[in-house]
Each structure stands twice: as structure tokens, then as C-alpha cells.
């Protein structure tokens, strides 16, 4: 390990003072006792034949807690939202694992069905694609990533990675080999406002863009 003044860094760590981020760190829950809070985490897979998007997550507020799943696919150009009880979500640290009733939602495996939706996704996953992370930019959200409280904080789980299964739609099953990217958002205030620019699927080198103007609620 290096030492960097007050911040030090190795492959797996970052610190700044007692604050340590690792990027096992950003896959897991992150307990929060206020409220209101949320957590969710997104992944979208393409090939050639459709592109989807789910998002496994909690919210809480005053009135109300809940488990959710929600999918966005190209089949049916339309959202799906499930709701649970909190209690339906069970979350395990080591190793990272998800599951809302019949879903499960691991690093290197997808699983997600419900009889409220019209979709069922089962998914294996390839070695995932780290971003490349310094001292100044311990993950996605910069320096800021140092500080507590933050109303909102970002994190990019998987940039990309080769991803095979297949999705059934209507009693008809489309076999994927595709790619897929997940990443997550957590904290107590979600932007009200924000731009996101993506991709990556290009004819040369592949590539990826964010960027993001947050005003919040």
C-alpha cells in the first residue's frame, strides 16, 4: 500500500481518514436509518434481439416501506412495476445476494420473476468491467465519494460484461448473448432533475459518457 499525504490507496482501497470505500462496498445495502431513503440497483442487457432493464430496490418514507422490481424491455415498450412488503426483501452481505420472493439478484446471476409480470429473465454473467479508480476518484461520484450524507450517491457496478440466458415474453422465450451494465443509486433524496448519456455499443471503440445535472426535491 502507498500513502498519498491523507489519503492512501491499494488496488481493492481507498482512504481518506477513517472513511475506507472499496467497490465491494458499493454493491452492498447501505443500512440507512432515516427517512425517507432508497436503494436501488439497475441493470440493462441488449443483443440483437431485445434490450431490457430492471431495477431491484427498497424505498421508505414516513407512509409507507417497500420492496420493489420494476422492467423496462423493448417487447413491450411499457414499465412494470411490482410492489412487496419490506419483509419480501432479503438481502445477504458474502457473498452479495438479493432476493424478492421468486427474484434473485447476485453478482454473476439474474433471475427475475413475478406472476404480476409479463416478463421472466434469467441471466449468467461474465467477469464484470471495473472503472478505473485514483485516489482523487474512488468511484464514480469523484472526491465526493468521501463525503457522509451525501443526499444522493451513485456507483457503477459493471460497466460491461458478456451476458447469456434468455428472457420469456407472452409464452415466447428469446435466447440472449448480449451485453449488460448495472450500476445503483442510494441515499434519502433522489434528483429531481438529472441528464444521462450512455453507450455502449459503438463501432469502434466501445465507449461510456455520464453526465448529470442534480437539483433535488
Not at 204 to 217: A, G
Request: some cysteine; glycine content about 4%.
Amino acid at each position: 500500500m502507498k500513502s498519498l499525504g491523507i489519503i492512501t490507496c491499494d488496488d481493492t482501497y481507498h482512504y481518506w481518514g477513517d472513511i475506507m470505500i472499496s467497490y465491494e462496498q458499493e454493491w452492498q445495502l447501505h443500512q440507512s436509518h432515516k427517512i425517507p431513503a432508497f436503494e436501488g440497483w439497475y441493470f440493462r442487457v441488449v443483443d440483437n434481439q431485445v434490450s431490457a432493464a430492471v431495477i431491484i430496490g427498497i424505498a421508505k418514507t414516513q407512509d409507507k416501506q417497500e420492496a420493489f422490481i420494476q422492467v423496462f424491455h423493448t417487447l413491450c415498450q411499457s414499465m412494470e412495476k411490482v410492489s412487496y412488503d419490506i419483509k419480501d426483501f432479503v438481502y445477504q452481505e458474502e457473498p452479495f445476494s438479493i432476493s424478492i420472493k421468486n427474484s434473485i439478484f447476485k453478482k454473476h446471476y439474474i433471475h427475475i420473476e413475478d406472476s404480476k409480470l409479463s416478463t421472466v429473465i434469467d441471466l449468467e454473467l461474465d467477469m464484470p468491467l471495473h472503472i478505473q479508480t485514483t485516489k482523487y476518484a474512488p468511484t464514480i461520484m469523484g472526491p465526493f465519494a468521501y463525503l457522509k450524507n451525501m443526499q444522493c450517491n451513485h456507483a457503477i457496478l459493471n460497466l460491461e460484461s458478456q451476458t447469456h440466458g434468455y428472457m420469456k415474453y407472452q409464452n415466447q422465450i428469446y435466447n440472449i448473448q448480449g451485453i449488460i451494465y448495472q450500476e445503483k443509486d442510494w441515499g434519502n433524496s433522489f434528483p429531481k432533475k438529472y441528464i444521462w448519456v450512455q453507450s455502449n455499443c459503438c463501432l469502434q471503440k466501445k465507449q461510456f459518457y455520464f453526465y448529470r445535472v442534480p437539483q433535488f426535491h
